[in-house]
């Protein structure tokens, strides 16, 4: 669909960059920070989405620090931050939210009817 945008999830174990955790300085919020300014004008973003852990994706979880640097973009340019918790929420991860295991909060969260 036109003015919807898809970046790389940062996956730590399988890294897409064949980065090494623990020496890479987190380098997929580097490179997420250089395609979203890239690939579209901030003004123009309404949102940001992302799954806290992506389901379907195998269950990986985002790094802490990555969401700080998502969180930072948002602020930065006036742009919401929702948290797609279908899969995760209800105490699925330990607390109500998955988010809420997050240093930083999104503005939105996303459920499921079915729950």
Known sequence: APGIHRALYPYCYRCPYDKERATC???CAGQFEAFFLEE????????IILEP??????????PDEYIT????????HGIILIADEIQ????RTGKLFAT??????????T?????
């Not at 852990?53 to 985002?62: L, R, S, T, Y």
């Not at 640097?69 to 930065?76: A, E, N, S, Y």
């Not at 459920?111 to 729950?115: G, L, M, N, R, V």
């Open 25 to 27: 300085g987190l380098y």
């Open 40 to 47: 579209v004008d901030p003004t123009d973003v309404a949102a």
């Open 53 to 62: 852990i992506q389901g379907e994706g195998g269950f990986v979880q985002i």
């Open 69 to 76: 640097v998502l969180r930072d973009i948002c602020d930065t």
């Open 88 to 91: 995760t929420s209800f105490g």
């Open 100 to 109: 809420e295991h997050w240093p930083a909060a999104p503005d939105m969260w």
């Open 111 to 115: 459920t499921a009817k079915s729950i």
